[in-house]
């Protein structure tokens, strides 16, 4: 699929009750899987070569994905990370 040159695609999903939000960025996704793997709550799939969200409400925000993806292509955002963010 053909895509526009210099947009970065940011698939965005969030739970009614705002616990957590993931994002993951299309464009710097190389489909790796390691995030599905790594995931304890198999919260993400792979869908088309592209890591995706599937199951959003029993994510922990444990970070997992975040911290092994080797692209820096998912973002998990908890509540506490948006009032304190961890450097
Ligand atoms: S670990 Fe990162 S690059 Fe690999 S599939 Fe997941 S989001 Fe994509
Ligand atoms: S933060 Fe943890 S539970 Fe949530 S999708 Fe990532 S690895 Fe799975």
Known sequence: MHKASGVVEIMRASPVNKIVEIEINEKW??????CVDVCPHDVLVMENGIAKVKDLESCTA????ELQCPDFAIVVISPKQETQPVS
Not at 62 to 65: G, S
């Open 62 to 65: 444990c970070n997992r994905c």
């Open 29 to 34: 996704c190389k489909g790796c899987e390691i």
